[in-house]
């Protein structure tokens, strides 16, 4: 039995990365270290992900396949490029709950959402709202605000934005529903996120998807923070469609190539609008070059573009540990790990305020803190190596993440804004 003062100490932590079964998938990252080459203790998981190892060899491959084949490297050799997003296809349904027919990569997310919106976003009638959650990341609304406006609409009547109570910091999902039942006359569009960037809150996609269709709406999630960080049943759930980045939980790398999923009601059905381009016609006749667009099965005919194969390299080699790990093992990790910091922080940090709900079904790996002089916390966080960061007005963000962050580490930085309270 551990005594409340032992579960606090280091020793505690030790022994709990000597029991843990995903201890080993460390190694297979790449940490940024120190100006002294000291590990750094990289909490920063949100934002971008860590460097897998073999990440470097696969973008060295397909940079050798380049010099070697030259223009034969798309149908030649032993990993042609024709097909290097459909190589992630099965681990990136698997990761998101999805049939692999549904998902595709491509893009980056911003512009994957406006996609989506071309396809879903069909204003008829009365119908003619978008709703949101908040806070909202900016480039969502900066989004959803243009594509109303290129329909005709006006964002000061047609964005609908669903804010947490006043005093509250996160929204709750009897508001989000009863919001979404208020306007369901008007409403064409939900565009929710499953994981909120700012506060940590997981949404219940599955019970919020019902709510939207409840109402004759399209239901579109952005997974930015969701995708590899907690388990989420796409298909199952009934989404008509999403949008993530991969440079996120998911290591695709800085400004990675993004993906998306269509549902097979919608992406089946040829006749989905959606903006085309040669690289979404059906692969079979795409080379043909001929005048009339024959879309490609799936989620893939939302290709536009031919896939910038260096940017998927990495994708691949990370896709690859998340294949050997399965989501139900990262994500029994995550909830310990994620549970362990907050518990500690409880306990040594009197002055944090943790705005992430506590249910782990609530959250992932992120914990969004509020605390008295956040820059002076994140500055001496800094000062101790710990990567972590700032989301204004007043939020240091922290994910322990389960691939790569130690108990000990995620201790460590406890123990820093233990220190440095007032
Ligand atoms: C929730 C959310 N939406 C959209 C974006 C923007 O992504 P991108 O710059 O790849 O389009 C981000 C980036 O962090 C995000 O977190």
Redesign the pocket.
Known sequence: MTTAVEALGEDHARSLDATDPLARYRDRFLLPTADDGSPKIYLAGQSLGAQPVTARAEVQAELDAWARLGVDGWFAGDRTWIDADGAVRESTASIVGARPGEVATLN????NLHLLFASFFRPAGARTAVLIDAPT?P??RYAVESQLRLHGLDPERDLITVRPRDGEALLRTEDLEGAIREHRDRLAVALL?GVN?ATGQAHDIERLTAAVHDAGAVALW?L??AAGNVSVALHDAGVDAAAW?TYKYLNGGP?AI?QLFVHERHAADASTLRLTGWWGNEPATRFRMAESFEPGIGADGWRISTPPILSLAPIRASLAIFEEVGMDALRAKSVLLTAYLESLLVALVPDVEILTPREATARGAQLSLRMADAPRRLAALEAAGVVADFREPDIIRMAPVPLYNTFHETWRAARVLADTAL
């Open positions: 980056t997310l911003t512009v990341f480039s969502d996120a960037y952005d930015a923070h980045c400004g993004a």
